[in-house]
């Protein structure tokens, strides 16, 4: 349990909630209706080279129609303004929900939310405040004019592909930093009912998430999925130092380390081949040794994950 000073990075600010109603609600637009192929890139955390390798696939996917979505924590490990502002650079060519980090980036001042990760108890103070920090130095890079673009970005996307709704959000169907629709949760039944649930309520069959770092594709019931590509710019798991990201489409992917077909769509988790040198020089040239992102995520860059942390 986290003692009360160090609320801040375990807080779910009010203004991350929505309803799953809010996303029925909303409209899709026409970019992404009619798709065949919808990728959806969630936690790039900054990581350059993952960047140009998820373009470099994408723009191999020969769908006639495709879209593809950065669905937040895109900037994170880029504390620097030129690094910061390439990245930023590519996200505009795309459409993009916001993450934490881009919400907390967006305001003023870096606020009560911390990072805005909304850690569960299980995650150690040490890296709940080393990710504090980490906004602290980050914020410092932002431009004045990104700060409005990033708020302006919706919390959430609706897409359609094949005749399929799919609700794109970072976190969950309840929260932008939401952690239903983590590995963990969705290995328990009543959670992958209330997921379901969830769906119906949002007018999708599918959830493209993020957030939590680590991925998972759950089967829901009646044709209903979650999809969570963990983390595009990080090792997704131990010894396989690659991202990934989610393809959504009427055909079938190639470069997927997991696949699901429902009959109608190709739900996979691409991989994300960048090269782990060039991003580690990047990586060390921001971060040395002893910083705050060497001490949360060095093992996981170099290792792949055998802990949480995001
Ligand atoms: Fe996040």
């Given at each position: 349990?986290?003692?009360?000073?160090?609320?801040?990075g375990?807080?779910?600010?009010?203004?991350?909630?929505y309803r799953?109603?809010?996303?029925a609600a909303?409209?899709?637009?026409?970019?992404?209706?009619?798709?065949?192929?919808l990728?959806?890139?969630?936690g790039l955390?900054?990581?350059?080279e993952?960047?140009?390798?998820v373009?470099?696939?994408?723009?191999a996917?020969?769908?006639?129609?495709?879209?593809?979505?950065?669905?937040?924590?895109?900037h994170?490990?880029?504390a620097?303004?030129?690094?910061?502002?390439d990245?930023q650079?590519?996200?505009?060519?795309?459409?993009?929900?916001?993450?934490?980090?881009?919400?907390?980036?967006?305001?003023?001042?870096v606020?009560?939310?911390?990072?805005?990760?909304?850690?569960?108890?299980?995650?150690?103070?040490d890296t709940?405040?080393c990710?504090?920090?980490?906004?602290?130095?980050?914020?410092?890079v932002?431009?004045?004019?990104?700060?409005?673009?990033?708020?302006?970005?919706?919390r959430?996307?609706?897409?359609?592909?094949?005749?399929?709704g799919?609700?794109?959000?970072?976190?969950?169907?309840?929260s932008?930093?939401?952690w239903?629709?983590?590995?963990e949760?969705?290995?328990?039944?009543?959670?992958?009912?209330?997921?379901?649930?969830?769906?119906?309520?949002?007018?999708?069959?599918?959830?493209?998430?993020?957030?939590?770092?680590?991925p998972?594709?759950?089967?829901?019931?009646?044709?209903?999925w979650?999809?969570?590509?963990?983390?595009?710019?990080?090792?997704?798991?131990l010894?396989?130092?690659?991202?990934?990201?989610t393809?959504?489409?009427?055909?079938?992917?190639?470069?997927?380390?997991?696949?699901?077909?429902?009959g109608?769509?190709?739900?996979?988790?691409?991989?994300?081949?960048?090269?782990?040198?060039?991003?580690w020089?990047?990586?060390?040239?921001?971060?040395?040794?002893?910083?705050?992102?060497?001490?949360?995520y060095?093992?996981?860059?170099?290792?792949?994950?055998?802990?949480?942390?995001?």
């Amino acid at each position: 349990m986290s003692s009360p000073e160090n609320q801040a990075g375990r807080l779910c600010p009010i203004d991350y909630r929505y309803r799953p109603e809010d996303i029925a609600a909303a409209p899709t637009l026409p970019d992404l209706q009619g798709l065949d192929a919808l990728w959806v890139v969630g936690g790039l955390y900054g990581n350059r080279e993952a960047l140009d390798a998820v373009l470099i696939a994408y723009s191999a996917d020969p769908s006639p129609r495709k879209a593809l979505v950065f669905n937040g924590d895109f900037h994170w490990f880029d504390a620097d303004s030129g690094w910061f502002a390439d990245i930023q650079a590519e996200v505009d060519r795309h459409w993009a929900t916001r993450g934490n980090v881009e919400t907390e980036l967006a305001r003023q001042g870096v606020g009560a939310a911390g990072c805005g990760c909304a850690y569960p108890d299980d995650v150690s103070d040490d890296t709940v405040q080393c990710s504090n920090r980490i906004i602290e130095r980050l914020h410092a890079v932002v431009p004045k004019d990104v700060r409005p673009r990033l708020a302006a970005l919706p919390r959430f996307l609706r897409a359609e592909v094949g005749g399929v709704g799919v609700g794109i959000v970072h976190g969950d169907a309840h929260s932008l930093a939401g952690w239903r629709f983590s590995h963990e949760a969705l290995q328990d039944e009543v959670a992958r009912n209330a997921a379901r649930l969830a769906c119906d309520a949002a007018a999708v069959r599918i959830f493209a998430s993020s957030h939590t770092c680590m991925p998972v594709v759950s089967d829901l019931g009646a044709g209903h999925w979650v999809i969570n590509n963990g983390a595009a710019g990080m090792p997704n798991a131990l010894g396989a130092l690659h991202g990934l990201c989610t393809r959504i489409a009427t055909t079938a992917p190639t470069g997927a380390t997991q696949c699901r077909h429902d009959g109608a769509l190709y739900l996979s988790l691409q991989t994300v081949n960048y090269s782990v040198t060039q991003w580690w020089q990047r990586f060390e040239g921001c971060w040395p040794p002893g910083s705050d992102a060497f001490r949360s995520y060095s093992d996981r860059l170099r290792f792949g994950p055998n802990a949480r942390t995001c």
